[in-house]
Antibody, heavy 117, light 107 residues
Framework: EVQLVESGGGLVQPGGSLRLSCAAS????????MNWVRQAPGKGLDWVSVIYSGAGTYYADSVKGRFTISRDNSKNTLYLQMNSLRAEDTAVYYCAVSPTPGNFDYWGQGTLVTVSS | DIQMTQSPSSLSASVGDRVTITCRASQSITSYLNWYQQKPGKAPKLLIY???SLQSGVPSRFSGSGSGTDFTLTISSLQPEDFATYYC?????????FGPGTKVDIK
């Protein structure tokens, strides 16, 4: 059974940093396309980043240069390092996986990131 | 970037109704179009991929159609558990953009 469990969210001041984790089970992270998707309170879905099975990475313009996606194959875990956080980054962050690039077949439960002073 | 629009933004319907939601892309995305259902406080769920393929485990009352720039999600007979928000999403190219959502609530 595919399971994704996010952690690492919390309250952070503007300009601060946070690292999100997504622990995966039931499949191999390195063989799939792993994504981060976020949802601001009361708003729609917003794709953030993807790491391809070949390790290529892509980002939304809104986070490029501030966020870094990575994975630890030995731990079967996906990460999102978020630096220079802004109020507009406040959202629930979901990790999502698919064997097909651009699809989001399975999702975690999400972790809330709040950027506020 | 490819922009996605949906109509209507919300609709009220009764159990048993046939419901249709439309999604439009700002350029051709061939069949690289997915549909998701999201209930309050929950993660989204993939319903339809590649415009018309039903994800495993999804009831057959859900169907998708279209290609190019215009797509449709149809629920043939609305059930109580179908009241939710529906999003379309293009997987043609990064950034993988979503539509703004269509909220389906009870009439």
């Amino acid at each position: 059974e595919v399971q994704l469990v996010e952690s690492g969210g919390g309250l952070v001041q503007p300009g601060g940093s946070l690292r999100l984790s997504c622990a995966a089970s039931g499949f191999t992270v390195s063989s799939n396309y792993m994504n981060w998707v976020r949802q601001a309170p009361g708003k729609g879905l917003d794709w953030v980043s993807v790491i391809y099975s070949g390790a290529g990475t892509y980002y939304a313009d809104s986070v490029k240069g501030r966020f870094t996606i990575s994975r630890d194959n030995s731990k079967n875990t996906l990460y999102l390092q978020m630096n220079s956080l802004r109020a507009e980054d406040t959202a629930v962050y979901y990790c999502a996986v698919s064997p097909t690039p651009g699809n989001f077949d399975y999702w975690g439960q999400g972790t809330l990131v709040t950027v506020s002073s | 970037d490819i922009q996605m629009t949906q109509s209507p933004s919300s609709l009220s319907a009764s159990v048993g109704d046939r419901v249709t939601i439309t999604c439009r892309a700002s350029q051709s995305i061939t069949s690289y179009l997915n549909w998701y259902q999201q209930k309050p406080g929950k993660a989204p769920k993939l319903l339809i991929y590649a415009a018309s393929s039903l994800q495993s485990g999804v009831p057959s009352r859900f169907s998708g159609s279209g290609s190019g720039t215009d797509f449709t999600l149809t629920i043939s007979s609305l059930q109580p558990e179908d009241f939710a928000t529906y999003y379309c999403q293009q997987s043609y190219s990064t950034p993988f953009t979503f539509g703004p959502g269509t909220k389906v609530d009870i009439k």
